[in-house]
C-alpha cells in the first residue's frame, strides 16, 4: 500500500544510455566545470548572433568519467551546496562575473534544457535556478518552450527522446504497484511532471515524476478518481473529463494545477463519457468520441469548454468516421491550432474541416507496427510536428520508432527521427513542454 508515504526512487546507474538529469549529483569536478561554463556563457554573450547551445559543450564532453571520479564529483557538490539555507534559496544576485544576472539568465533561457544538468553543476547559483524550477518559470514568462517526449515500452519503464538533438535518456523507472504491472494506465504531461494514473481493486493510484528531481513520488488524487478519461494540458495545467469512476461512467471534468497540485472540479459535461480523447485547440478544451454507459453506445459528438465561461458546448457528428469506442480513444493531436487525427484501421491521416464540421484525409500513416485496435500505438503533436511512436519486433527483440511530418499543404512526409531496442508495445506516451 502507498497510503500517504511517498516513493521516491533514485538514478539507475546500471543503465548504458544517457540518463536524465538528476540534480542532485555532480558528474565531475566543479571547479574544473565552472570555469569551463563560464568562459562559455561569456563569449556566448559576446557573439550574440551564435549557437548558444555550444556554451556548455567543453563540460559536456567530459560529462563522461569513471566511478572514483563520479563518487569525488559528489563530495565535491556536497561540500559546494552546504552554503544553501534549509529552503534552498541561494544568492543569485551574482550568477557569472562580468556580465551580470540579467544578462546570465538570458543566455540560460535560451539553452536546450537538455544541457540544464550541466548547468546545475556549475554553482549553487545555478543549481538554484534549475533544481527549484526558476529557470523554467522565467522560460515559460518568455514564451521559450521545448518539448521532450516520455513513453514506455516496458511495464514499468520509461524512456525519452529529445527531439532537437535526436538523443534518447533514461529516467528512473517506476514503483513496482502491482496495478502498473497488471492493468492499463493512462498518462499525462503537465508542466515539469509526468502523472500516471492506475486502478487497485480497492483504491485509485496516482504516481508523478518530476523534472526537477528525477525521481517518482505519489501524485494528488482527483476529487473523483477515474481511468479511462479524457486530458489534454496547457503549460501548468491540465483538464480531465469523463472515464469510469466507482458508480460508472462519468460527465465529471477536473482541472489539475502542476504547481499547487491540487485538483478543483470543473462543470459537468452535457454527455457522461469513457474511452474519449482530449485537447486543446484556439485556447479551449475538446473531448471527443468515446462511448456512454447506455448500451456501450459509441458517442459521435465532442464537447468543448470555455475556460473564460466555464460552460461545455455540445458539438453533433465531430466524431463521425473515427476510430473509437470499439478500440482505444481516438488517436488526435493538435498542431498549430489544426486537428489531426490518425485512424489506425485504414493507416491513414485526416484533418480536422473546422468550417464544415468534417474530416479530410492526407495520406498515410508511416510504419507497420504491432497494435491492437490502435493499442500499442501512440500519435502526439510535438511543437510544429506531428508524432507516431510505434513498436515493431526485430531479430527476436522490439524495437521502437519515432516518426515526424510538419503538416504543410502537402502528403504527409514522415521521417524516422529516433529508433530504440526496446519492447515491442508502446503502453503509454507523453510529450512535456516547458
Known amino acids: 500500500m502507498l497510503g500517504d508515504q511517498r516513493m521516491i526512487l533514485g538514478l539507475d546507474s546500471a543503465t548504458s544510455s544517457s540518463t536524465a538529469p538528476d540534480l542532485t549529483r555532480a558528474e565531475e569536478d566543479p571547479s574544473v566545470s565552472r570555469s569551463c561554463v563560464i568562459d ?17 559543450n567543453c563540460y559536456s564532453k567530459k560529462n563522461k568519467t569513471g566511478s572514483g571520479s563520479r563518487n569525488l564529483a559528489a563530495r565535491a557538490w556536497s561540500s559546494e551546496m552546504e552554503g544553501s539555507d534549509e529552503g534552498g534559496e541561494v544568492n543569485t544576485g551574482d550568477l557569472i562575473g562580468g556580465i551580470g544576472r540579467e544578462l546570465a539568465i538570458s543566455c540560460l533561457l535560451r539553452l536546450p534544457r537538455s544541457y540544464y544538468y550541466d548547468v546545475a553543476c556549475v554553482n549553487r547559483s545555478f543549481y538554484s535556478l534549475v533544481r527549484f524550477g ?18 514506455s515500452c516496458n511495464v514499468l519503464e520509461w524512456e525519452g527522446f529529445d527531439p532537437r538533438r535526436q538523443r534518447w535518456f533514461s529516467i528512473p523507472s517506476m514503483p513496482p504497484i502491482e496495478c502498473f504491472t497488471l492493468a492499463d494506465k493512462e498518462s499525462l504531461a503537465v508542466g515539469t511532471n509526468i502523472l500516471v494514473f492506475g486502478k487497485r481493486v480497492e483504491a485509485h493510484v496516482v504516481l508523478r515524476y518530476s ?10 488524487m482527483m476529487n473523483t478518481p477515474r481511468c479511462l478519461f479524457g486530458s489534454a494540458s496547457f503549460g501548468e495545467k491540465a ?65 468543448e469548454f470555455d475556460l473564460e465561461s466555464s460552460t461545455w458546448r ?32 485504414t493507416k491513414e491521416v485526416r484533418k480536422y474541416d473546422k468550417e464544415n464540421n468534417a474530416w479530410i484525409t492526407l495520406g ?71
Open 40 to 56: 562559455r556563457l561569456q563569449v556566448g554573450w559576446a557573439q550574440k548572433g551564435g549557437q548558444v547551445e555550444g556554451l556548455v
Open 134 to 151: 526558476e529557470l523554467y518559470r522565467l522560460r515559460r514568462e518568455a514564451g521559450i518552450v521545448e518539448q521532450m517526449i516520455y513513453c
Open 211 to 220: 523534472l526537477l528531481t528525477n525521481s517518482w513520488t505519489t501524485g494528488e
Open 239 to 303: 483538464i480531465v473529463a469523463g472515464g469510469i469512476g466507482q458508480n460508472g461512467t462519468l460527465d465529471s471534468a477536473e482541472l489539475y494545477d502542476s504547481e499547487m497540485q491540487t485538483w478543483t472540479t470543473l462543470p459537468s459535461m452535457n454527455r457522461a463519457r469513457q474511452m474519449c480523447s482530449g485537447f486543446f485547440m484556439d485556447g479551449k478544451f475538446y473531448v471527443i468520441g468515446g462511448k456512454s454507459e447506455r448500451h456501450n453506445e459509441i458517442l459521435s459528438c465532442a464537447e
Open 314 to 345: 455540445l458539438i453533433p457528428d465531430m466524431a463521425q468516421g473515427l476510430n473509437g469506442g470499439s478500440g482505444a480513444p481516438p488517436l488526435v493531436a493538435v498542431v498549430n491550432n489544426e486537428l489531426y487525427a490518425a485512424d489506425y484501421a
Open 364 to 434: 498515410l500513416l508511416p510504419g507497420r507496427y504491432t497494435s491492437v485496435h490502435g493499442w500499442g500505438i501512440a500519435f502526439r503533436s510535438c511543437g510544429n510536428m506531428l508524432i507516431v511512436i510505434g513498436a515493431m519486433s526485430a531479430g527476436g527483440s522490439g524495437v521502437i520508432e519515432i516518426c515526424s511530418w510538419v503538416p504543410n499543404n502537402g502528403l504527409p512526409d514522415w521521417k524516422i527521427i529516433g529508433t530504440r531496442r526496446s519492447g515491442s508495445f508502446v503502453y503509454n506516451c507523453a510529450v512535456m513542454s516547458c
